[in-house]
Each structure stands twice: as structure tokens, then as C-alpha cells.
């Protein structure tokens, strides 16, 4: 009985998962949306009070941090003497929708973790593939090269989800922060 084909879809399908696992892993972010009992200047008055400027040497208590207008609203949350750069941030804008004020965006990663993480990553893969190749075509004795690359991709894959994991608590944190600057619950989008 021949199974090539059944393993062979088996291992795609594997593959396909642990690539769209990773991207979600590093690339994923959480859809939501908090409604607003204010008109849409007040909300975001009253957002930008409870949002400090971010500033390197401010920070004598966790708050939110981050730039709030009409057009973009970016909220972290700063813990003092914590620096996580997997933590989420919410990145969003305030929207009217119909009579309603509406802040709309996504918790995720920031922009310079994305950018830095997926640099990292492609060095690390073309790292591994050209030192495979090396070996492959001159001698299985230095097979430590690839090796080395799949290590670093492997830990820096579990120092991101550690990362994410001890900042679990700051989408319920600054969800918290955002509803009661707009005296609203959220609703996941």
C-alpha cells in the first residue's frame, strides 16, 4: 500500500500550520472596538488625559503611554524599570458611526518590534540555508553551522513568546484604561 500521498499532505499541512502559527505569533494583533457615550472631541479629551507623553525618564507608576488624537490613537502600557518589547500596544483611530463616537484598532506588537524581529529572522534563515549548503557540497563534519542556526531560530522564537506571555495582562489592562476614559466596555470586533 502506498502512502506517499497521505504523508505527504500530512507534512504540508503540519508545515502550513507552524508557519501560520509563527506568523501569527509575531506578525498577529486582536481586533477591537470601544464605544464612547461622548461626542467624538470630548472622547478624545478625555482619552488624551488619562494617556501620558511618552518620555524616557517620567515613569514613577505604570501608566499608559502613547499619543492620542482624532486621526491615530497609539497606547502602550509603561510599567517602571520593565522593559518588554513584546508587549502589546493598541494602535487605532476614533471613528463616527452614525450618532456614535467609536474608537476602532488592534492590540499587537509595535511597528519597531515587527520590523526588528523580522530582520533578525531573515538573517538567521539565510544564515541557515547558506550554511547548509556549505556543508552539503563540502563536508557533513562542520554540520554544527546549520545547527547553530536552528538553535538561534529557536530561541529567539521562545524568548518572543515569553515575552508575550509575561505581558498576557496588558490587553485587559489598558482595556480597562480605554473603557473607563470613554465609560464604556469593550466588544471584540
Request: hydrophobic share 40%; aromatic share 14%.
Amino acid at each position: 500500500m502506498d502512502t506517499t500521498p497521505l504523508r505527504g499532505s500530512f507534512f504540508r499541512r503540519v508545515y502550513i500550520t507552524m508557519i501560520s502559527r509563527f506568523f501569527n505569533l509575531l506578525y498577529g494583533s486582536t481586533s477591537v472596538q470601544f464605544e464612547s457615550q461622548y461626542p467624538l472631541d470630548e472622547s478624545v479629551s478625555r482619552l488624551a488625559g488619562k494617556v501620558k507623553p511618552a518620555t524616557l525618564f517620567n515613569f514613577s507608576e505604570q501608566c499608559a503611554v502613547g499619543t492620542v488624537t482624532e486621526k491615530r490613537v497609539s497606547i502602550c502600557r509603561k510599567i517602571p524599570f520593565v522593559r518588554n518589547s513584546w508587549k502589546p500596544c493598541f494602535v487605532g483611530a476614533f471613528e463616527l458611526d452614525g450618532d456614535k463616537t467609536v474608537l476602532k484598532g488592534q492590540f499587537g506588537f509595535s511597528s519597531s518590534t515587527k520590523i526588528s524581529m523580522s530582520f533578525y529572522f531573515g538573517i538567521i534563515i539565510l544564515w541557515t540555508m547558506f550554511a547548509a549548503v556549505s556543508v552539503a557540497s563540502e563536508s557533513l563534519t562542520d554540520l554544527y553551522f546549520p545547527l547553530a542556526g536552528v538553535a538561534l531560530f529557536g530561541v529567539a522564537t521562545a524568548g518572543m513568546i515569553s515575552g508575550k506571555r509575561s505581558a498576557r495582562k496588558d490587553v485587559d489592562w489598558l482595556s480597562t484604561r480605554i473603557s473607563d476614559a470613554l465609560q464604556t466596555h469593550s466588544d471584540g470586533m
